[in-house]
């Protein structure tokens, strides 16, 4: 028996899937492999949700951009069948501008010391020394992601490379940040390593030859297993998703919006939808959601009460306004990203790396990323955003406005889950009244509130698949 069947003559309720990102999709393909009926609802008019990109002018400009990489050789497998021949190695490079300077990542420490002053290098070694010997004696009473990165780095290398930059970037100092945010984004120096290779820099600042020296761990996620990208694009992993799944039968709803989750006692019921003006109830067998957590957990009527409401509000997202511009030039930037810490973006990135197909042969297409708060002004105003971007990208010394050919605004709201102090708590209620749920499950990026890329949400949409039919007796 598959879940929600009510009668052998009649069709068994769907399990809705909220949401065709990858998380929807994997757990919607996994459910159909397991016997079930699918429907899948989504709100834009195309599937692929942050990994979807977006079209305008006939470009397809993504979030990002995304590429796809996996140590897990399920998924990998699995992303290879349907991808075929389709699927096409990229090589990521990137640089950083800091201090007038630009360093390649991940962070070679010989970099850093080639073109830091020694004043500030010997400094930064000796905070560095002595924040790791004290943290070997002493820990705060109370962590957050300063006393982490303070005692990972020390306070001098913490000023110069991580204060102000997370703050710009996620409009909240590294103090009032969960230590959860440092320490899974932000990778740690390894002390006798960070002390070989500033002794190998100084001898070679200091004219003396080099005895060795090697990479160090940048500090920023790590990105592990081969890249992948598409001619097409990560938009064409998500369409081939989808059409597996429609190919058997699994209905996707496009620019529908989930308005309610309809709740008797400890089950869904129905999911209301609506799309244009029209609100319809959709009975489902049972849910798996990849919304935003505090979204979906607000949507379920009636509530789960005051605490659940609480849990939700603390939830916060990081938004990102992304300004594409199609540029009449084969390629613009030296690496296929950049960061930068004095302009309005804080990431550009030239497409021209990624082996997209750009429509006329000669051009490429940049899409500069502005983190902000929804309640910012640049948040609704596409001509601010344009205006900043170009400027900031004449200053420069990049491009001149008048190579731009075409520039797109486009938004992400829900683009990175902020780990403020304490949302470990807000979230852990959020999980625990999915859990309670009887029939509703949550995953993926937004749905578990975790800062993951896509193999991750894939594995957590099959994961709320799974445990969602353990909750049906079969
Ligand atoms: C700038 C940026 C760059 C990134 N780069 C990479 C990368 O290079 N490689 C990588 O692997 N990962 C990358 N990621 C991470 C990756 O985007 C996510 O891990 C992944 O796309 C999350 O998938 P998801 O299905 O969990 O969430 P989403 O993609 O957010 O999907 C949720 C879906 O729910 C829909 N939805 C929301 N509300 C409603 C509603 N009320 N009704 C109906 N539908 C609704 C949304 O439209 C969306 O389609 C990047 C993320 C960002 C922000």
Redesign the pocket.
């Known amino acids: 028996m598959t879940a929600g069947s009510h009668a052998a003559d009649e069709k068994p309720l769907p399990i809705i899937v909220?949401?065709?990102?990858?998380?929807?999709l994997a757990a919607a393909w996994r459910l159909v492999e397991r016997g079930q009926r699918v429907l899948v609802?989504?709100?834009?008019d195309t599937v692929g949700?942050?990994?979807g990109g977006v079209h305008a002018g006939g470009d397809l400009y993504e979030?990002?951009p995304?590429?796809?990489?996996t140590q897990d050789p399920d998924i990998l497998a699995d992303i290879k069948s349907l991808m075929g021949a389709d699927l096409q190695p990229y090589k990521r490079t990137i640089q950083i501008k800091f201090m007038g300077g630009y360093f390649r990542f991940p962070l070679r420490l010989t970099d850093i010391l080639g073109q830091l002053p020694i004043k500030t290098i010997l400094a930064a070694t000796a905070a560095y020394a002595w924040r790791s010997l004290e943290g070997l004696v002493r820990r705060p009473t109370l962590e957050n992601s300063e006393t982490v990165l303070v005692r990972s780095y020390g306070d001098v290398l913490y000023r110069l490379f991580f204060r102000d930059y997370i703050t710009r970037v996620w409009g909240i100092p590294p103090a009032e940040f969960s230590p959860a945010f440092a320490r899974e984004r932000i990778p740690r120096l390894n002390i006798l390593e960070v002390f070989e290779k500033a002794a190998a820099a100084l001898r070679r600042r200091l004219g003396r030859r080099p005895r060795e020296g090697s990479a160090t761990q940048g500090y920023v996620e790590k990105v592990t297993g081969d890249l992948h990208t598409t001619r097409e694009g990560f938009h064409l992993i998500v369409e081939r998703m989808a059409a597996r799944l429609r190919a058997v039968g699994a209905q996707i709803r496009l620019g529908?919006?989930?308005e309610r989750l309809e709740r008797e006692g400890s089950r869904i019921t129905a999911v209301v939808v609506r799309s244009g003006d029209r609100e319809e109830s959709l009975p489902c067998a049972g849910i798996v959601n990849?919304?935003p957590l505090d979204?979906a957990a607000r949507a379920i009527t009636p509530g789960l009460g005051p605490e659940i409401e609480s849990a939700a509000a603390a939830l916060r997202f990081r938004a990102?306004v992304f300004v594409g511009l199609k540029v009449r030039r084969p390629r613009v930037l030296p690496a296929s990203f950049m960061y930068f810490r004095e302009h309005s973006f804080n990431r550009i990135t030239d497409f021209s790396y990624f082996g997209f197909h750009i429509d006329p042969p000669g051009f490429t297409l940049l899409v500069a990323?502005i983190t902000c708060a929804p309640a910012d002004r640049i948040w609704t105003d596409d001509q601010l955003a344009r205006e900043l971007v170009l400027g900031d990208l004449r200053r420069e010394g990049i491009l001149a406005p008048d190579e731009v050919e075409a520039t797109h605004v486009f938004r992400?709201r829900?683009?990175?889950p902020i780990y403020t102090l304490g949302y470990e708590k807000s979230r852990q209620a959020l999980l625990d009244a999915f859990t309670h749920l009887r029939n509703a499950e949550t995953a993926?990026?937004?749905?578990r509130f975790q800062y993951?890329?896509?193999?991750v949400?894939i594995k957590m949409g099959q994961e709320a698949a799974d445990r969602l039919c353990e909750k049906f007796p079969g």
């Open positions: 909220l949401g065709a990102g990858c998380a929807g609802i989504e709100a834009q949700g942050l990994a979030y990002g995304h590429v796809f990489h529908a919006r989930v990849t919304l979204e990102i990323e992400a829900h683009a990175h993926g990026r937004q749905g993951v890329n896509t193999h949400a």
